[in-house]
């Protein structure tokens, strides 16, 4: 434990006066803090001016990062007939429909993503207080209730993320591996970044981006200059 201790005093002093920096400088710094014995994930935290509690005020979407997560993502894929055989085909991780379903009611839910074509989601719908939750609900606006079974399997192994705005206005997610490259990183920063700018919901009023933050799993964080962030 001393020694954990060490290693993040050690980072905690790095980061000490280091605000509102750009992301270039911000990536180094975690870079070079990061001292896990596992290649930890560069997280990235938004604090928009939402109250998601409001409809018109939600902000949700998915976001194609031009690198990749660095994560295996496991995809199960409710289908039947053709779109199934497509499904695995593209690489799913598990296929099925009365049978996926109840081994999801048996509490065995080994995915990362849900997707489902449209046929499907009267039997999905049973599901949801069990995905809901999760966030592992398929939902046509970010693309996970579609016919192009293909399509969806291939860009959730591809690095897509998903996000949603919390209770508090807060967006979190993970976009890398603090192994990638300085500038793989910056890049896959700013095409969150800007997703996330894009989803800005109609009901937002003033600032709508008013803190975004990056950190390593077991670092700590540090706040970005706001136009860095957006590319400006």
Same mark, same amino acid.
Request: charged content about 25%; some cysteine; overall charge positive.
């Given at each position: 434990?001393?020694?954990?201790?060490?290693?993040?005093?050690?980072?905690?002093?790095?980061?000490?006066?280091?605000? =509102?920096?750009?992301?270039?400088?911000?990536?180094? /710094?975690?870079?070079?803090?990061?001292?896990?014995?596992?290649?930890?994930? /560069?997280?990235?935290?938004?604090?928009?001016?939402?109250?998601?509690?409001? !409809?018109?005020?939600?902000?949700?979407?998915?976001?194609? /990062?031009?690198?990749?997560?660095?994560?295996?993502?496991?995809?199960?894929?409710?289908?039947?007939?053709?779109?199934? @055989?497509?499904?695995?085909?593209?690489? !799913?991780?598990?296929?099925? !429909?009365? @049978?996926?379903?109840?081994?999801?009611?048996?509490?065995?839910?080994?995915?990362?993503?849900?997707?489902?074509?449209?046929?499907?989601?009267?039997?999905?719908?049973?599901?949801?207080?069990?995905?809901?939750?999760?966030?592992?609900?398929?939902?046509?606006?970010?693309?996970?209730?579609?016919? @192009?079974?293909?399509?969806?399997?291939?860009?959730?192994?591809?690095?897509?993320?998903?996000?949603?705005?919390?209770?508090?206005?807060?967006?979190? !997610?993970?976009?890398?591996?603090?192994?990638?490259?300085?500038?793989?990183?910056?890049?896959?920063?700013?095409?969150?970044? @800007?997703?996330?700018?894009?989803?800005?919901?109609?009901?937002?009023?003033?600032?709508?981006?008013?803190?975004?933050?990056?950190?390593?799993?077991?670092?700590?964080?540090?706040?970005?200059?706001?136009? =860095?962030?957006?590319?400006?």
């Amino acid at each position: 434990m001393a020694q954990v201790g060490k290693r993040t005093k050690a980072a905690r002093e790095a980061f000490v006066g280091k605000e =509102s920096i750009t992301v270039e400088d911000a990536v180094k /710094l975690i870079k070079s803090a990061a001292s896990a014995k596992f290649d930890e994930t /560069l997280e990235i935290a938004m604090n928009l001016g939402v109250d998601p509690r409001h !409809a018109d005020q939600m902000v949700r979407g998915v976001v194609q /990062l031009p690198n990749g997560t660095g994560k295996t993502v496991r995809v199960a894929v409710f289908a039947r007939g053709a779109k199934a @055989d497509e499904a695995k085909a593209a690489g !799913a991780d598990i296929v099925g !429909a009365e @049978d996926l379903m109840e081994s999801i009611q048996a509490g065995k839910i080994e995915f990362d993503r849900c997707i489902a074509t449209p046929d499907m989601m009267p039997l999905v719908g049973r599901l949801g207080k069990i995905l809901g939750p999760r966030n592992l609900m398929p939902n046509p606006k970010v693309g996970t209730v579609t016919m @192009d079974v293909k399509t969806a399997v291939e860009a959730a192994k591809g690095g897509e993320v998903q996000f949603k705005v919390e209770k508090a206005g807060v967006i979190h !997610a993970g976009i890398g591996k603090v192994s990638f490259d300085e500038q793989k990183l910056a890049e896959n920063v700013r095409a969150f970044v @800007d997703a996330v700018t894009r989803a800005r919901p109609s009901g937002a009023k003033g600032a709508y981006l008013k803190k975004v933050s990056l950190s390593s799993t077991m670092g700590p964080g540090v706040s970005l200059d706001l136009a =860095s962030a957006a590319g400006n």
